[in-house]
């Protein structure tokens, strides 16, 4: 029983201990990270969500390029390696920060495209665009067509080919004739007859 | 009326068919030959009304659907109209159905079908500008008594006494299906339900039995009838929705 009771208590306060001594620095970073991580971030951000798609695409910043599909040698990898132990973001941020900082203002932006999931209306990819630790935009790379999705009205309205959208309105002019929906003639003439039946 | 007087041709209007069928020839010819190709013309719409009518029981649709008549008895007419209910079926998916009511009902065919026959005769017969309206479905060909194209107003779903767009053409067949006359008359025939979002369906093509079948069809599909119709080749639509809208193909032969 002593036993069971010591190696509970043991095992609480070893628990305790490393997530004390674990969190602590953690949460310390974290709190350093942001202050120093704004103040660069907006400059750049301000100009960027414009550019960022295309500069992940450029190849003369050789900084922008740590992509994650690319995978260029040089420089990225050591940001993705730090990144990788840490397991937080913010700790990733850390490495890349201090480096933008000293060497150019641009955040890093990179590419990255998720995997392509099929579902019942078909294949669906997606591929965001990160600036710095920010999603700056989503692109679909595939999204599926046709089939069910044709009859959902929101749907109908985009893929409309023709002219639409307008409150009917009235139009007269000097007109041959005029298409409708059939009149029920007879059965207005049969409805006349009865009153008047009725009524004499 | 000296309007009447000065114009060419001639406008008979006779109630056949539970409705009112209009004819306007507007061929400069005799007297005495356009009263004789409107004497055809009304007769020939009698003859479908007899043998098509569901409201008699001893029309042939009646008495071939009560199975007094066999198909090989049948008359051309009948088969071909059977025929044809069976490719339109086909063509739109299923919404167009002749049985939708439970019973052979081809009426959202034969209206249209009758004038555009009625119409191929006139051009047969030497007369090639005239305008037949049976109860809302039209057959253009030619030119009014004015000389112009024919002008056609697609009538306004909420107000009896107005259009919401004019047509104008030399060759058109324009059909309407809509619910503001006799009400949610066009049945879903997968839900057996009536058809609802749509408030006018106008198809225009160059059959007038295919244009009515279609557009009875497309609101029989309610809000998916839109796209239904935009994919059609070559024929041309306006819809009106339930909440007003209005919609039609870029290629429209509207005027205004």
């Known amino acids: ?200 | 009326m000296p309007a009447a007087m000065t114009r060419p041709g001639l406008c008979r209007v006779e109630q056949i068919m539970g409705t009112a069928i209009t004819l306007d020839l507007a061929d400069d010819l005799a007297p005495a030959t356009l009263h004789e190709l409107a004497d055809q013309v009304f007769t020939w719409m009698r003859e479908v009304d007899a043998r098509f009518s569901t409201y008699r029981a001893d029309s042939e649709v009646c008495r071939f659907d009560r199975g007094e008549v066999l198909l090989s008895e049948a008359s051309a007419d009948l088969r071909f109209v059977l025929e044809a209910s069976a490719d339109l079926w086909g063509a739109t998916d299923g919404f167009f159905d002749a049985y939708a009511t439970g019973r052979l009902d081809p009426c959202g065919f034969v209206k249209g079908w009758a004038a555009q026959v009625a119409s191929d005769r006139l051009l047969a017969a030497g007369a090639p500008n005239h305008c037949v309206n049976a109860g809302g479905d039209v057959r253009v060909r030619g030119r009014s008594p004015s000389g112009e194209p024919w002008r056609i107003g697609i009538r306004h779903p909420w107000d009896p006494m107005a259009t919401c767009l004019v047509l104008a053409g030399t060759d058109l067949a324009v059909a309407t299906s809509g619910v503001y006359e006799r009400g949610r008359h066009v049945l879903d025939p997968r839900r057996g339900a009536p058809a609802g979002g749509l408030r006018s369906v106008t198809v225009v093509g160059t059959d007038l039995g295919v244009a009515d079948a279609y557009a009875t069809a497309a609101l029989a599909m309610g809000v998916a009838g839109i796209g239904w119709l935009d994919r059609l080749a070559d024929h041309t639509h306006a819809v009106i929705t339930d909440d007003a809208y209005q919609l039609h193909s870029s290629a429209l032969p509207l005027t205004d």
């Open chain 1, 1 to 200: 029983m002593r036993r069971a009771f010591l190696a509970i208590t043991g095992l609480a306060a070893s628990t305790t201990a490393l997530v004390v001594l674990k969190g602590s620095p953690g949460t310390t970073q974290v709190a350093q990270d942001l202050p120093a991580a704004q103040p660069v971030n907006p400059t750049p951000q301000g100009a960027d969500p414009s550019v960022a798609p295309a500069a992940a695409g450029d190849p003369a910043g050789a900084a922008p390029k740590p992509s994650v599909s690319a995978g260029a040698p040089a420089s990225p990898k050591p940001s993705r390696s730090t990144a990788r132990p840490s397991g937080t973001r913010t700790t990733a941020k850390a490495p890349t920060t201090p480096r933008t900082t000293t060497k150019a203002p641009q955040p890093t932006t990179r590419r990255v495209t998720g995997p392509g999931v099929d579902n019942e209306y078909g294949y669906v990819q997606v591929q965001i665009v990160v600036s710095g630790n920010r999603i700056v935009e989503a692109i679909s790379l595939s999204l599926p067509s046709g089939g069910e999705s044709d009859i959902h009205s929101g749907d109908v309205r985009d893929r409309y080919n023709g002219t639409g959208g307008e409150v009917v309105q009235k139009q007269s002019a000097n007109l041959n004739t005029v298409s409708g929906a059939t009149e029920t003639s007879n059965s207005y003439k049969q409805s006349l007859r009865g009153a008047i039946e009725q009524a004499f």
